[in-house]
């Protein structure tokens, strides 16, 4: 199928959803950074969700060679998603950061061409022709998914899955420079937010914003519960028309162990409550108290611990039943640590958008 463009005149590309959650939004996060580069963040990217496929759109004309920036970035992360590859002194294969180098580099006008065809699907599965191994870090799915049938009795996990070579090169720029990774003693936990309809620039300046935030690392739901009220009270601090929509955080959770982390699973937090606790002032002063109860410590125990917890289960889930459960350690919170008390209006706010929901 032939590449199609709105009539508004912009160039569109397609990400098209393979099921892998995560690996879906990085893709489409990598193509937009890939697109506008990193010093000069032009063209201007759009990216919307358009349920089976991730939509990009761009003002202006594409570049014809990618940014050497793009490069760059975090050592820590490249490390991070690398996680797995060991490096041997016989090995004749390239580490992976200068394999996708080479690959974006000698590959860039083709990337970008295969993504203008409203039909390209990315190629996955256990052989792929000059694939490239589909890291957990880049989706939990890949360590544990599409695992062939195996005979006799001697365990062992199975052919690690593979990716074709350009979808592979956008999965890890989108997972290098838009990824939030949180870790903690027992526990990974990689978090980022979903484009309804964002402005790649702005949803830069919120990344950045938000690497600079401690985050609660309690538990991974702590974890994803506090990133999660931060990004809204980011979004909200850019007023009622902001130029960036997420619908929710998907996320992706890996167990520390002796050896490499194994997956613990992974999913999409809506944020419809959040969202709707910023619409009002009340609400968002409501949100920012919630905010103040993660504490950022790991070191954190008892009462004020147990109301960190109860306060995620009741973000993640708002029914009237956690919202009970934590207004009861709450309390216990005040009479035992004097935790401050609540507005009863602010809690009213709660309320009414728990029966909201």
């Given at each position: 199928?032939?590449?199609?463009?709105?009539?508004?005149?912009?160039?569109?590309?397609?990400?098209?959803?393979?099921?892998?959650?995560?690996?879906?939004?990085?893709?489409?996060?990598g193509?937009?950074?890939?697109?506008?580069?990193?010093r000069?963040?032009?063209?201007?990217?759009?990216?919307?969700?358009?349920?089976?496929?991730?939509?990009l759109?761009?003002?202006?004309?594409?570049?014809?060679?990618?940014?050497?920036?793009?490069?760059?970035?975090?050592?820590?992360?490249?490390?991070?998603?690398?996680?797995?590859?060991?490096?041997?002194?016989?090995?004749?294969?390239?580490?992976?950061?200068?394999?996708?180098?080479?690959?974006?580099?000698?590959?860039?006008?083709?990337?970008?061409?295969?993504?203008?065809?409203?039909?390209?699907?990315?190629?996955?599965?256990?052989?792929?022709?000059?694939?490239r191994?589909?890291?957990?870090?880049?989706?939990?799915?890949?360590?544990?998914?599409?695992?062939?049938?195996?005979?006799?009795?001697?365990?062992?996990?199975?052919?690690?899955?593979?990716?074709?070579?350009?979808?592979?090169?956008?999965?890890?720029?989108?997972?290098?420079?838009?990824?939030?990774?949180?870790?903690?003693?027992d526990?990974?936990?990689?978090?980022?937010?979903?484009?309804?309809?964002?402005?790649?620039?702005?949803?830069?300046?919120?990344?950045?914003?938000?690497?600079k935030?401690?985050?609660?690392?309690?538990?991974?739901?702590?974890?994803?519960?506090?990133?999660?009220?931060?990004?809204?009270?980011?979004?909200?601090?850019?007023?009622?028309?902001p130029?960036?929509?997420?619908?929710?955080?998907?996320?992706?959770?890996?167990?520390?162990?002796?050896?490499?982390?194994?997956?613990?699973?992974?999913?999409?937090?809506?944020?419809?409550?959040?969202e709707?606790?910023?619409?009002?002032?009340?609400?968002?002063?409501?949100?920012?108290?919630?905010?103040r109860?993660?504490?950022?410590?790991?070191?954190?125990?008892?009462i004020?611990?147990?109301?960190?917890?109860?306060?995620?289960?009741?973000?993640?889930?708002?029914?009237?039943?956690?919202?009970?459960?934590?207004?009861?350690?709450?309390?216990?919170g005040?009479i035992?640590?004097?935790?401050?008390?609540?507005?009863?209006?602010?809690?009213?706010?709660?309320?009414?958008?728990?029966?909201?929901?």
């Open positions: 199928m032939k590449s199609i463009s709105d009539f508004n005149g912009k160039e569109r590309f397609y990400i098209n959803k393979t099921g892998l959650e995560l690996f879906d939004v990085i893709r489409a996060y193509l937009g950074i890939t697109i506008s580069g990193i000069y963040e032009e063209p201007e990217v759009t990216i919307k969700d358009a349920g089976y496929a991730y939509m759109e761009i003002e202006g004309k594409p570049p014809k060679e990618p940014d050497e920036e793009l490069f760059a970035g975090d050592k820590i992360k490249w490390r991070q998603i690398f996680r797995t590859f060991k490096v041997r002194k016989d090995a004749k294969k390239k580490h992976p950061r200068e394999d996708l180098e080479e690959i974006i580099s000698q590959n860039f006008e083709k990337i970008l061409e295969i993504h203008k065809r409203s039909d390209f699907i990315p190629e996955i599965g256990k052989r792929v022709k000059e694939g191994t589909l890291y957990q870090t880049l989706d939990v799915s890949a360590a544990k998914g599409f695992r062939e049938e195996k005979r006799g009795t001697t365990y062992h996990e199975g052919s690690q899955l593979q990716v074709d070579k350009y979808t592979w090169a956008i999965a890890v720029l989108g997972a290098v420079h838009f990824v939030s990774w949180r870790e903690s003693a526990f990974m936990t990689i978090l980022i937010p979903n484009p309804l309809d964002v402005y790649l620039l702005e949803h830069r300046e919120i990344y950045n914003e938000l690497k935030e401690g985050i609660c690392r309690i538990s991974a739901t702590t974890t994803l519960a506090h990133y999660s009220i931060k990004l809204a009270i980011q979004i909200a601090k850019r007023g009622k028309a130029l960036v929509k997420y619908d929710s955080v998907i996320f992706n959770v890996m167990q520390k162990t002796g050896q490499q982390p194994k997956p613990c699973g992974g999913g999409k937090y809506r944020l419809d409550f959040l709707k606790l910023t619409e009002s002032p009340q609400g968002l002063e409501a949100l920012e108290k919630l905010n109860l993660f504490p950022l410590s790991r070191q954190v125990k008892g004020r611990q147990d109301v960190a917890l109860a306060t995620a289960e009741f973000l993640i889930r708002p029914s009237f039943e956690n919202f009970r459960r934590w207004k009861s350690l709450y309390i216990r005040h035992n640590e004097n935790l401050p008390l609540w507005d009863k209006s602010l809690l009213g706010e709660i309320i009414k958008n728990v029966e909201a929901i």
